[in-house]
């Protein structure tokens, strides 16, 4: 006879069970369904998406750094970075790495817009909407930022780095993208820019021609960059925060002379490049000027005969000593290393005063040689001044200069070679302007991570793993559950 009531028993109990893991699997849907929602939001949402994302690159190519952060804390203006290109034309090359790049401004700041425009299929744009006088030089592929007070544009040779191989053949070796875009806002949105005066008539330097990447730097570095003549002003502009001298060929008047010496007495600050001169010429009004602040030009080509010096055993091709001081402790001096190509020295006249401070920027070893540019004057003995910084505080304001017995390295053509010049000359005009540490970003160099000493061992032990012992461990598992719920 059959047990009714613990057949009942039973089928209450495998009710109660079901019902139980029914409840479970209900729950269950309902948090899938619920993710499904909530996750299908997250990726339809561009800020959130951006800011979930993690950059597992080695050199966080695409993360912004602290003086990103803090440049962009202090913005309170409407910026527009605009790429003059398709951007969907770009996902197989180099400008696909700036275009994720960017994203990660608007992810950091409401304030920052970025779109793109093609010239191509807009071209009236360029004309009408962001260069209406022709005065940026805009073409296709470059980047403007702009804001209501003024536009900086960035080309190819300011987002990236780039180097030359031994057939000078350019390539693209890093992102420079940051520097850029973050000096960038920083230019476009200050109030107040010192303005440098990069003087014309004495057989200089073409701005735009030979010294536009340091122009560019310049003005990423919050400073902005006119052309003066001398000779055809009573006077220098008031705005004059440094009137520059990239490599003068020829001497000043004695009008000129008169000209700078009263802006010097008046507070001026003053920067002088000069390359050693290809003529048997003294260039005596400069000299003249220089005097005010005990320097003289040494009239001499740089020899550097200490082999830990000389570059490619090169001795006119060297790297100067940079010396630890109040003035270059921002780059580092034991780290920072610059190459100089062809440099004459500086002299600090011996005639000290106690209102004038001359502080060594740059020096070369006890075995290097100032050979003279002038047939019967004397070699010069080593160690030799290349640049040096003067504070003249004996007028009705203190003046500053910097001398350097070189121009070359902040050409376009040197800084082709290495970009490390215009960071030292950066940091001595900031020095000039009482500035502290200004915005310098180094180059994210693009990199290929690879395993070290990886044996074949090691080797055999991962596909083991991976290919057997995993898969075997998931299909355990999956026959476990499937065992458990047979018997529910």
Do not use: C
């Amino acid at each position: 006879m059959i047990d009714m009531k613990n057949k009942n028993e039973k089928k209450f109990t495998f009710n109660k069970r079901s019902l139980r893991f029914g409840s479970y699997s209900f729950v269950l849907t309902v948090i899938v369904i619920a993710a499904a929602i909530i996750l299908n939001a997250i990726v339809g949402a561009t800020q959130i998406r951006e800011k979930l994302k993690i950059d597992l690159t080695s050199n966080k190519l695409y993360s912004l750094g602290e003086k990103t952060d803090e440049v962009l804390k202090e913005l309170n203006e409407k910026v527009e970075i605009i790429g003059l290109f398709d951007e969907n034309k770009m996902t197989d090359s180099s400008y696909s790495q700036v275009i994720e790049f960017i994203k990660q401004y608007e992810t950091k700041s409401n304030l920052i817009d970025v779109k793109y425009v093609d010239p191509e299929k807009d071209p009236a744009y360029i004309q009408n909407e962001l260069d209406p006088d022709g005065l940026l030089g805009v073409s296709k592929y470059d980047f403007v930022v702009r804001s209501q007070k003024r536009s900086k544009v960035l080309s190819t040779y300011d987002i990236f780095d780039i180097s030359y191989t031994s057939n000078y053949m350019p390539q693209v070796t890093g992102l420079n993208a940051e520097y850029a875009f973050t000096g960038a806002i920083r230019y476009v949105t200050s109030e107040d820019i010192p303005v440098i005066y990069y003087t014309e008539g004495h057989g200089e330097g073409d701005l735009e021609n030979e010294y536009s990447e340091l122009v560019s730097n310049l003005e990423l570095n919050g400073y902005e960059v006119e052309k003066i003549n001398l000779a055809s002003v009573e006077k220098i502009p008031e705005d004059a925060s440094i009137v520059l001298f990239a490599n003068p060929q020829r001497d000043l008047t004695t009008t000129e002379l008169e000209t700078l010496t009263q802006y010097m007495e008046n507070g001026g600050n003053t920067v002088f490049l000069f390359d050693p001169l290809q003529t048997n010429t003294r260039l005596t009004n400069f000299e003249d000027f220089l005097s005010k602040f005990n320097i003289a030009l040494g009239y001499d080509v740089i020899f550097e005969m200490a082999a830990n010096k000389a570059a490619y055993g090169q001795p006119y091709y060297f790297m100067p000593t940079v010396e630890r001081n109040s003035i270059n402790s921002v780059l580092e001096p034991d780290k920072f290393s610059l190459s100089l190509v062809y440099a004459q020295s500086i002299e600090i006249l011996k005639n000290e005063k106690e209102w004038i401070t001359t502080t060594p920027l740059l020096t070369t070893s006890s075995e290097a040689i100032g050979r003279s540019l002038f047939e019967g004057n004397e070699d010069k003995s080593g160690p030799l001044n290349v640049a040096v910084a003067v504070e003249n505080a004996g007028n009705i304001k203190a003046s500053k200069t910097v001398v350097i017995g070189n121009a070359y390295f902040v050409s376009d053509k040197g800084m082709s070679i290495s970009d490390a010049g215009k960071k030292f000359l950066v940091n001595s005009i900031n020095w000039m302007q009482d500035k502290d540490a200004d915005i310098y970003i180094p180059v994210k160099k693009y990199s290929i991570p690879r395993i070290q000493n990886v044996t074949q061992q090691t080797l055999t032990i991962l596909f083991i793993g991976l290919i057997i012992v995993v898969p075997l461990i998931i299909m355990g598992v999956g026959v476990f559950v499937w065992l458990r719920r047979r018997h529910l």
